[in-house]
């Protein structure tokens, strides 16, 4: 800098030597403005930039009309204008500097060595001036400058690069408004080309990246492309990397990076891409000049980005703040900007939502507003009319349903059916706006009877359902809607088909390299649809086998895939080792949390998050070929498929398997027998009584007044009876041998207690409890893979470990959450050690060190507080003293593997633990219990709801004292639980602890706590025993 400073001091010396007039005066001039300009690219001082443009300006006026120089002063004179333009948003600048490009390459031969650059730089200034103010004459002869300015070149020249990257940029933003696809694929190509050449500077080798960045996200649009949309993002952060923080471009970089992050967001679910998409936008608008062209652009990703967290997280100050920035970007965009139409778009957008949440009629009736200017101010040839007319469409259909406005949803079908019309055939979005138009026919006919509306309805989800390059989660969308239709019709058979390939499509909406948070989302959009499924093809006269096979591919996807990954590969590996080695290679790469970065807008170097997300992505790939590899290989070719029909007989040996099934249609138990699967109707269970009753439990137990005998009363007679009559277990059994029966509830059943149910009158042997013995398991597929591990441990003579952990104070939690008895329940247990061959072992109680003995331990005992979290149960956690900073949650325990050494048995001791209290996720079955499942333990014992603190001590008493008498067994644990806590529904448990071990120590009085802090009456008639479920083999 030094050196340039001095350079500019002789140059304005010389300027100052020569006087106008003087023959060498515009030279002088030319030399200063050339260092001046060479140090507002070191410094970005704006003083330089301007001084350089004056200078250029008078070197111009000094020099005669036919100098052989005249066209390179203007060139130079040009070059800085437009790059004040890029820095004010000055349309004067940007106007002089085409008009000077013009005149340059008016002024040169076809051979002269400069023309190429010439014609590059007035085909860069044109294209600009077109996103400013979107004239098509600009844009095409940007195109025809750049073509020119390419074949001015040798296929050596440095320069070519330049020109690739400029003729690659104009031709994809003729694809922006023509919809030629053509442009695009010949933009990407060209770009990809000037990337070849290695000899491109940093900043002309981020253009690159930037542009093609934008074209392939531009492609993967249209075609729904993930690989392109992967590769645009990897392009556009190398841009990012590679751009000096001070640097003007980094503003647009990021920018463009926001863009791609939220789209994959869109395509993927992924969490992460969505608040990197804020945070980079975020950054990108406080760098931004007052008057930046681009402006508008980061305003309205800012808010579109927003909004969709808004979706997913539920945070109103995201909508509020969407609405703000959308609002803003709207004011600050010209009425005649290009762009002003998909401000208005994502405005309307924000505030339906907002109505969605609050129900504001102002809001909705804004949004129809807003959709309608849009409408309104696009061109007749614009490629976006298509979506302006789909997002009208969706906020008139929503006013629709809100006040019964025929003219509403008349107006609502039109502008779909114009949607449609003008999108086209091979774009991505054609099947939404498909999905759209058959939705409000079908509400039309519901409406007013026509058939036509039907058939158009029916039509036009068909179309959608065979659109190219559609979306998975929009194709199952698509099945949905359809089978709803034909099944109104009674058409059983084709509903059945639809939603048959929809189930078959679940998988693919949560890839392996997803994060197990933005598996659980994206799956929830689909809950119930396995279950619909498996009722509509009993409905269409299919077998009980072939429906309840769509119950177990379609739930429990998450843990399925993970027990199948973590599950005994131990054939495999005698078989072909070295296919067991790749498998365990990428296994461990794709069954791994994600590292959360320290910041999404990398500085330099490599960006850890999409590196990471690349490596996931390509294990993910690699998985899918090894695993058809696998199957291709004698006797394994079924290797990670759903169970056989023979497979889910062989799973019942030990006892009947009930998958109790829940639909709008109907309502089935599919009883799994040794020899036998078979269908039991249960025409007394309905969905919205389940409903109801779920939410009426949710209410009374917060209001403390537990109704629980009605609610048992009517599982019984519902549910349970006629399954346990349908097995032939309708007596209490004559001796101690109990049958077991699992339970596997599907959807909002999940919440109830059916071990539980029965008629509770004295002396009646109508209850589940005085039949069978009960446990409970997620699906018949993981109960298989849990019984293929070997239980934990030691060949020496050395006792195994029980890991026991009490909390009988939770830090930051009220005073009423002591739990005086949980130290009594540790304390118990510590004594019957020995007797069960454990050595007992009480860690400090933190999460890191509670995880670090669970890699060991052949019992966890946890007595405390548990929390359910309704809106992502993957963080419903265990109560230690570091909950608030470093939470022990279902989430880290599912992602803490155990199968390779599996524990014995975890008793949850708290409140919650086997619940779920979020409908979304209802399918996936997300809660303590089953993540303890899923790291590796045989058998877990949970609750329900919330439990007493005292007679936790008094139901674990009575289950350690069976294992003590009857070994570690499978049927001891389900044995000692179902023993407690009939003993405590009988009123029998002093007396049964009593007779079983009168030394075992006890707290001689105190008041019942319950373990969540509610309060409840301890009356003759209270359900204390309900909530205590076993989940196991």
Known sequence: MDDLNRAIEAA???????????????????????????????????DDLDRAIEVANMAIEAMPQTHPDRA???????????SRFGLTGSMDDLNRAIELADITVE????????????????????CRRFEGIGLMDDLNRAIGAADMAVKAVSEDSSHRVNYLSTLGNC????????????DLDRAISVVELSLKDTRQDGIHRVACLTTLGMWLGKRSDRTGSKVDLDRAVEATDMAVEAVPPDHPDRVMCLINLGMLLGRRFDLTGSMSDLNRAVEVSDVALKLLLPDSPFRTACLNNLAMWLSRRFDRAGSMDDLDRAIEV???????????????????DTLGSCLGRRFNQTGSMDDLNRAVEVANTAVKAAPQDHPFRASHWDALGVWLDRRFDRTGSMDDLNRAVEVADMAVEAIPLDHMDRASYLNNLACYLDKRFERAGSMDDLTRSLSSFREGWNCPGTPTSIRIRLALSAAGTYASQSNWEESSQLLEKAVELLPAVSPQSSSHSDKEHMLANFVGLASTAAAVALNAGKDAYHALKLLELGRGIIANLLMDMRGDISDLKQMHSGLADEFLSLRDELDSPADSPTSSVPSNGASSLESQAKRRREADQKFSELIAKIRAQPGFGNFFLPPTADELM?????????????????CDAFVVERDRISVVELPALTLEEVQERTHGLHLSRLAASFDMESLVEWLWDAICCPCLDALGFKDPPSD????????????????????????????????????????????????IQARRHTIRGHANPEPDSALLIAMPETPNLSTSGLLPFAVDEVDMLATLCPSLRLKPIMPPLRKDEVLKHLQTCKIFHFAGHGQSDPADPSRSCLLLEDWKTNPLTAGALRDHRLQDNPPFFAYLSACSTGANKADRFADEGVHLVHAFQLAGFRHVIGTLWEVSDKHCVDVAR??????????????????????????????????????MNATLPRRASGSAKIRDIVVCDEDAKSFYWVPYVHFGV
């Open 12 to 46: 304005e010396r010389a300027v100052e030597a020569n006087p106008p007039g003087h023959s060498d005066r515009a030279t002088r001039l030319n030399d200063l403005g050339i260092y001046l300009s060479e140090r507002f690219t070191l410094s970005s001082s704006m």
């Open 72 to 82: 390179r002063y203007l060139d130079n004179l040009g070059t800085r204008l437009g």
């Open 107 to 126: 002024a040169t031969l076809p051979d002269h060595p400069n023309r190429g650059r010439f014609l590059g730089n007035l085909a860069i200034w044109l």
């Open 171 to 182: 031709l994809g933003r003729r694809y922006e408004q023509t919809d030629s696809i053509d």
């Open 326 to 344: 959308a609002d803003l970007a709207v004011n600050v965009t010209a009425w005649d900007h290009p762009e002003r139409t998909a401000c208005l």
């Open 650 to 666: 062989a799973a019942a040996n030990l006892g009947p398997i009930i998958v109790v099934n829940l639909s709008s249609y109907r």
């Open 736 to 783: 101690d041998d109990w049958p077991r029966v699992w339970w596997i509830p599907t959807r909002l059943l999940s919440r109830l207690p059916l071990h539980a149910a029965g008629r509770y009158a004295v002396a009646s042997t109508d209850t589940v409890m005085d039949r069978v013995m009960s446990t409970y398991a997620s699906s018949i597929r993981a109960l």
């Open 958 to 995: 009575v289950l350690y004292k069976t294992m003590q008498d009857e070994g570690m067994t499978d049927v001891a644990i389900c044995r000692g639980l179902h023993r407690a806590v009939r003993a405590l529904r009988d009123g029998r448990i002093e007396m049964e602890w009593q007779e």
